[in-house]
């Protein structure tokens, strides 16, 4: 199976502050990494998918790249309704796993 | 619009098998290229796939939990369902089912919390 392991495990920042998450696979995943968002007692929702591609009415302030076994969520300027917790996910094969999250929490 | 909902029992007793049941609509489980997967999350933890059930019948499931999981689905009903064997407390987690397609999972069921216990 992928390995998927995300850093920070928890991050506190303020309303405006710049955020960046990273996803690592344990081997290459060309660019099939998807990134959720989950707010509490909430299911996740889609943000990115394929590295870098934006979902449908998700703010542009949400950004994605990378390829291969290294990848970034960023988060260019930090709204309150962005404190959430945050999955990436591979689905280059099956069977598909999920990083442990990013909590972001209000500083 | 493309909706799913989780159905099944809140509580079970170790050892006890579960059964889920997943009801969608606004696709068909019949058109090339859809998948219904099944995730679950622990009480505080991170999100853990489970199995997947393909419009043409393939299968795939956790390699940690493969000998205890059955998934099927009944293209007529709009339902995939989920089996679940040997229940333990460290089963306890909300069961999510969710659309896979061009191998993302674009929707979500709200969830359904499973609590295993005597």
């Known amino acids: 199976d992928i390995q998927m392991t995300q850093s920070p495990s928890s991050l506190s920042a303020s309303v405006g502050d710049r955020v960046t998450i990273t996803c690592r696979a344990s081997?290459?995943?060309?660019?099939?990494l998807n990134w959720y968002q989950q707010k509490a007692g909430k299911a996740p929702k889609l943000l990115i998918y394929?590295?870098?591609s934006l979902q449908s009415g998700v703010p542009s302030r949400f950004s994605g790249s990378g390829s291969g076994t290294d990848f970034t969520l960023t988060i260019s300027s930090l709204q309150p309704e962005d404190f959430a917790t945050y999955y990436c996910?591979?689905?280059?094969?099956?069977?598909?796993?999920f990083g442990g999250g990013t909590k972001v929490e209000i500083k | 619009q493309v909706t799913l909902r989780e159905s099944g029992p809140a509580l079970v007793k170790p050892t006890q098998t579960l059964t889920l049941t997943c009801t969608f609509s606004?696709?068909?489980?019949?058109?090339?290229?859809?998948?219904v997967s099944w995730i679950r999350q622990p009480p505080g933890k991170a999100l853990e796939w489970l199995a997947r059930?393909?419009?043409?019948?393939?299968?795939y499931y956790s390699t940690s939990l493969k000998t205890r999981l059955t998934i099927s689905k009944d293209t007529s009903k709009n339902q995939v369902v989920l089996t679940m064997t040997n229940m333990d407390p460290v089963d306890t987690a909300t069961y999510y089912c969710?659309?896979?397609?061009?191998?993302?999972?674009?929707?979500w069921g709200q969830g359904t919390l499973v609590t295993v216990s005597s």
């Open positions: 969710a659309r896979e397609t061009v191998t993302i999972n674009d929707y």
């Open positions: 606004g696709f068909s489980l019949s058109t090339s290229g859809m998948c």
């Open positions: 059930i393909d419009w043409d019948d393939d299968k």
């Open positions: 081997q290459s995943i060309s660019s099939y």
């Open positions: 394929v590295a870098s």
């Open positions: 996910q591979q689905s280059y094969s099956t069977p598909r796993t």
